[in-house]
C-alpha cells in the first residue's frame, strides 16, 4: 500500500526539557524516507530543528499548517508548530514546559478524535512539570481518556516477553489496595480479554492474575484481598469458559510469564508489574492505553532529565512505540 494511503500517526513532542524530542528524531531517523509522510510531530518547529542540528540528526523537517499535509511532503517529516517554552533548560522541571506538553497532548487527541490521524505516539512528559503549569490529571493515560470521555481504560506494557496490564496506575501505593474491587477488575479483564484479540489476534487468551500480598495472601495468612474479591472474580470468568487462572504469587509469576506461559498478566498495582517488565524489556518496551477510541503508544520511559540535552538517549524504545502504533492502525 503506498504510504500516502496509510494512517497518519501523530507524535507529540513531550516535554521540552527531556529527552522526547530527541528520542523522536532519532527514531524517525533511523526508517526509510519513504515512511515519513504518515508522522505528524505535534512541538515546537523551530526547537525541533535545533536538536536536529545540535545532536547532527539527518532529518529534514518541514512546518505544516495542518495534519494531512504531510501527505504532500517527500522525504520531510512535517511539525504542527504550536511553539513551547520561551526559555527550556534541559533537564531542568519548569511549568512552562509542563503547559507545553500539555498543548501538544490536546492537540494530539482532537486530531485522533477528529479522524485526522488514527493513532499518537506520546513522548515522555514530566508529571512534576504539568502539575506544576496547572494539569490535574496523573499523566498521560488519565488525560487522554478524560480528552476522549473514556470510562474504562487501562494501560498494558508491551514488550520482550510480557504484555503487562496495571489494575492501578499513578496512585500512591497505600491507595493502590482501594482499586481492587470486583468491578474495577472484572473491567480490567474485559479490556486485557478485548484489546489482545482485536490488537493481536490471540482468539483464546491466557491471562493470568497477580495477588495482592505475598505468595497471594498465603490463603489469608497475609490479606484478605485475594479471598474476597481475586478468587470470586477469576472463577466468575472461568465459569463463562475463559482462560483466566490465579490469583497467582507474584514473585514466582513473572517467571512463567517471561517463558510464554500466559499471554497476558493483570497485576494489581504499578511497580508489582513495571519493576519485572522494565528489567526485561527496558529498551524496547512501549506503554499502550487500552480503551481509548484510537490508538496510543508511548515508549516505557521518562524525559530522562539527568542526560537530557547531551545527545546520548537511546531511541529504542520510541521506535518500538512507533512500530506498534503503525501496526495496531
Not at 490521524?117 to 490529571?137: L, N, Q, Y
Not at 478468587?231 to 472461568?238: E, F, G, L, T
Not at 517471561?258 to 504499578?270: P, S
Request: proline content about 5%.
Amino acid at each position: 500500500m503506498a504510504a500516502a494511503k496509510r494512517s497518519l500517526i501523530a507524535i507529540t513532542m513531550g516535554d521540552p526539557a527531556g529527552v522526547g524530542g530527541e528520542v523522536t528524531l532519532k527514531a524517525l531517523a533511523s526508517f526509510p524516507k519513504s515512511e515519513f509522510s504518515r508522522y505528524v510531530i505535534v512541538g515546537d518547529f523551530d526547537y525541533l530543528r535545533q536538536l536536529a542540528k545540535i545532536f547532527k540528526i539527518k532529518i529534514s523537517l518541514t512546518q505544516i499548517q495542518k495534519a494531512e499535509d504531510v501527505r504532500l511532503l517527500r522525504n520531510q517529516v512535517g511539525v504542527l508548530d504550536l511553539g513551547g517554552a520561551e526559555k527550556v533548560e534541559m533537564g531542568q522541571v519548569s511549568a512552562a514546559c509542563g503547559v507545553a506538553a500539555v498543548d501538544y497532548i490536546f492537540e494530539a487527541s482532537k486530531l485522533a478524535l477528529q479522524g485526522k490521524v488514527k493513532a499518537i505516539v506520546t513522548a515522555p512528559i514530566s508529571k512534576e512539570a504539568i502539575h506544576k503549569g496547572g494539569c490535574v490529571f496523573p499523566g498521560h493515560t488519565e488525560l487522554l481518556a478524560h480528552l476522549s470521555k473514556t470510562k474504562s481504560f487501562a494501560m498494558m506494557m508491551v514488550g520482550g516477553p510480557f504484555k503487562i496490564v496495571l489494575q492501578s496506575i499513578h496512585v500512591a501505593l497505600k491507595d493502590s489496595p482501594r482499586y481492587v474491587t470486583p468491578a474495577l477488575v472484572s473491567e480490567k479483564l474485559e479490556l486485557t480479554q478485548k484489546s489482545l484479540r482485536q490488537w493481536f489476534g490471540i482468539a483464546k487468551p491466557r491471562i493470568a492474575v497477580a495477588g495482592v500480598n505475598p505468595h497471594a495472601g498465603e490463603n489469608g495468612a497475609f490479606g484478605k484481598e485475594e479471598i474476597k474479591v481475586l478468587q470470586p472474580v477469576i472463577a466468575k470468568y472461568q465459569r463463562k469458559g475463559l482462560r483466566v487462572s490465579g490469583p497467582h504469587p507474584p514473585d514466582t509469576l513473572y517467571y512463567w510469564a517471561a517463558q510464554g506461559k500466559y499471554d497476558a498478566v493483570l497485576c494489581m498495582n504499578h511497580d508489582q508489574g513495571l519493576i519485572p517488565f522494565k528489567l526485561l524489556a527496558f529498551e524496547n518496551g512501549v506503554n499502550m492505553t487500552l480503551g481509548l477510541p484510537y490508538v496510543r503508544t508511548s515508549p516505557d520511559h521518562g524525559t530522562a532529565f539527568d542526560i537530557a540535552g547531551k545527545g546520548v538517549a537511546k531511541p529504542h524504545s520510541m521506535i518500538a512505540a512507533l512500530k506498534l502504533a503503525e501496526k495496531l492502525s
